[in-house]
């Protein structure tokens, strides 16, 4: 079972698009992260919100804690934002704080 | 600016082999992760730690094993490499429920 679903899975955008990819949890949440990867690897945290709605740049996230999901806009894309974006439901497990389960990713492409 | 680093970006060993991946941060963060990245699986923990000496299981910790002597450093061990666990290998690290998850830039193992 898939605790954490995104859509759309894959998605190509023309530039200056607005872009939605949304992310539902069946999970009791602390928090829900979403997060960056580029071809190459590495993973950058773009936000974490436990409530509400945060703006970052062209980048904002919602979240509807009552209906278990989340949304990432951004607004105006461009190519550099092509990348995966990956939710990822944070939830107490074991001894430790911060354990994170992770949507599948939407791999985004964004052509001029 | 660089928070947490792992050894090899690349690495090729054989079947049999024993690896050794090392992850240091340097935010004095208790709660350390090991994840293994497949495509169409997504990111799965393999092992946990959230303090100096303690560890714990995830959900795919068969042929792994964890070490944590000083609360920087996270090593995931390979006893016996097999060709099933060429992935892509991610550690992370996380100061406390909602707060930012910081990863490292990702090590690619190649079994052969």
């Known amino acids: 079972k898939n605790e954490v679903e995104q859509s759309p899975q894959n998605l190509t955008a023309q530039e200056g698009e607005f872009i939605t990819i949304n992310c539902s949890y069946s999970v009791g949440i602390s928090a829900l992260h979403w997060l960056q990867q580029h071809p190459g690897g590495g993973i950058v945290s773009l936000f974490m919100?436990?409530?509400g709605k945060k703006k970052h740049g062209r980048l904002i996230a919602t979240i509807n804690i009552q209906e278990k999901h989340s949304s990432l806009h951004i607004t105006a894309s461009h190519p550099r934002d092509s990348a995966v974006y990956i939710c990822?439901?944070?939830?107490?497990?074991?001894?430790?704080?911060?354990?994170?389960?992770f949507g599948k990713g939407t791999k985004l492409s964004v052509k001029p | 600016d660089v928070k947490v680093t792992q050894s090899s970006r690349y690495l090729v060993k054989r079947t049999g082999e024993k690896v050794f991946l090392e992850c240091v941060q340097d935010m004095d963060h208790e709660n350390m992760f090991w994840y293994r990245q497949d495509p169409g699986l997504g990111l799965r923990l393999i092992y946990f730690s959230y303090d100096v000496k303690m560890k714990e299981k995830g959900d795919i910790p068969e042929g792994y094993s964890v070490s944590r002597e000083k609360k920087e450093r996270f090593s995931l061990i390979l006893e016996s490499a097999s060709t099933n666990q060429t992935s892509m290998y991610l550690c992370?690290?996380?100061?406390?429920?909602?707060?930012?998850?910081?990863f490292g830039q990702g090590t690619r193992l190649t079994v052969v």
């Open positions: 919100l436990s409530s």
């Open positions: 990822a439901a944070e939830i107490r497990y074991g001894g430790s704080q911060g354990n994170l389960i």
């Open positions: 992370a690290s996380i100061l406390a429920l909602n707060t930012e998850a910081f």
